[in-house]
């Protein structure tokens, strides 16, 4: 069983920063690609940054240049730093990884956690 418990959602003013992060756990052998997708009331989930084991990064257009992705393959970890953070950044974010384990290759979801930008 592999779980991905994301952290660091809340409330932010416009032009404020927050850091997210996603820890995966359980019988891990190996994780690809970790990314973080977003999803705002009455949209689509989307795709906001990916990122590979040797280190490769995309990110939306909607983000470059304000959200950097990083992670920590030691401890299994990413993180979202998000700035100059925009009330149309408001969503759900969660963490996506495709994982190796005994039973072969699957795709993992976090529960989510919530990123509201207001003033």
């Known amino acids: 069983q592999v779980q991905l418990v994301e952290s660091g959602g809340g409330v932010v003013q416009p032009g404020g920063s927050l850091i997210l992060s996603c820890a995966a756990s359980?019988?891990?052998?190996?994780?690809?690609?970790m990314d973080w997708y977003r999803q705002a009331p009455g949209k689509e989930r989307e795709l906001v940054a990916a990122?590979?084991?040797?280190?490769?990064?995309n990110y939306a257009d909607s983000v470059k240049g304000r959200f950097t992705i990083s992670r920590d393959n030691a401890i299994n970890t990413i993180y979202l730093q998000m700035n100059s953070l925009k009330p149309e950044d408001t969503a759900v974010y969660y963490c996506?990884?495709?994982?190796?384990?005994?039973?072969?290759?699957?795709?993992?979801w976090g529960q989510g956690t919530q990123v509201t930008v207001s003033s």
């Open positions: 990122s590979t084991r040797a280190g490769t990064t």
């Open positions: 996506n990884a495709g994982v190796y384990t005994a039973r072969g290759f699957d795709n993992y």
């Open positions: 359980g019988r891990i052998f190996h994780i690809n690609a």
